[in-house]
């Protein structure tokens, strides 16, 4: 059975604190994809990243980064010199090759304090 | 383009009363997607949709009914509205030609039922 964990329900830091979000995931498949969304406050989804199973690369974007650990299952998300408006929920979500179906971690919601 | 639509963005419901969900994508995705939204609870696939003329229960299926006869139109249908629904819907669409594609969201439908 496939799973997404996000254990982290709220987090709090004050403005230009780095923040990190945490995703586990479970999966038997050898091919998957993970992603991250980013819900603001007026409520639609925003794709953010994905990485396929058999690039474990991290990645930058900005002051966004990845940090996808297979040995750990793990898609952690880290954001550096946090602002006001990246307060929002974010969720980590998990596909399989092959199925229609996307599982999705219930959230973290983060707020970034001025 | 407009992406993934939702009508309407807000609804309130008497307890028995029905209703219809409309979500419309103009990307020309073979799979759509409606999963519910609550506290604490991340985003449930409620059904599915891989192509026109079909559909397949998700997770939270109950209470719910779709149809498909159009492939830019996924339709939610609520029976006999209940307490227990009232929440927020999402549609999604994404398309099969490249494996592990992320799902595009619509804006979302508020529904609360009194």
């Known amino acids: 059975a496939q799973k997404v964990t996000q254990a982290q329900t709220e987090i709090s830091v004050v403005e230009k604190e780095d923040v990190t979000l945490d995703c586990v995931y479970e999966?038997?498949?050898?091919?998957?994809?993970l992603f991250w969304y980013k819900q603001p406050p007026s409520g639609e989804l925003v794709f953010l990243i994905r990485?396929?199973?058999?690039?474990?690369q991290n990645e930058i974007s900005g002051r966004y980064s990845w940090n996808f650990q297979k040995s750990t299952s793990s898609f952690n998300f880290t954001i550096t010199a946090s602002q006001v408006v990246d307060s929002a929920v974010y969720f980590c979500?998990?596909?399989?090759?092959?199925?229609?179906?996307?599982?999705f971690g219930t959230g973290t919601r983060l707020k970034v304090l001025a | 383009n407009a992406g993934v639509t939702q009508t309407p963005k807000f609804r309130v419901l008497k307890t028995g009363q029905s209703m219809t969900l409309l979500c419309a994508q103009d990307?020309?995705?073979?799979?759509m997607y409606w999963y519910r939204q609550d506290p604490g609870m991340g985003l449930r696939l409620i059904h599915y949709?891989?192509?026109?003329?079909?559909?397949a229960k998700g997770e939270v299926p109950d209470g719910y009914n779709v149809s498909r006869l159009k492939k830019q139109n996924f339709l939610l249908g609520l029976e006999s509205a209940a307490p227990s629904q009232t929440s927020v819907y999402f549609c999604?669409?994404?398309?099969?030609?490249?494996?592990?594609?992320?799902?595009?969201f619509g804006p979302g439908t508020r529904l609360l039922v009194l």
């Open positions: 999604a669409s994404t398309s099969p030609t490249s494996i592990g594609e992320t799902q595009y």
């Open positions: 999966t038997r498949d050898t091919t998957y994809y």
């Open positions: 990485r396929n199973s058999f690039d474990e």
């Open positions: 979500a998990l596909t399989r090759g092959g199925t229609y179906k996307y599982i």
């Open positions: 990307m020309n995705h073979e799979y």
């Open positions: 949709s891989v192509g026109e003329g079909t559909t």
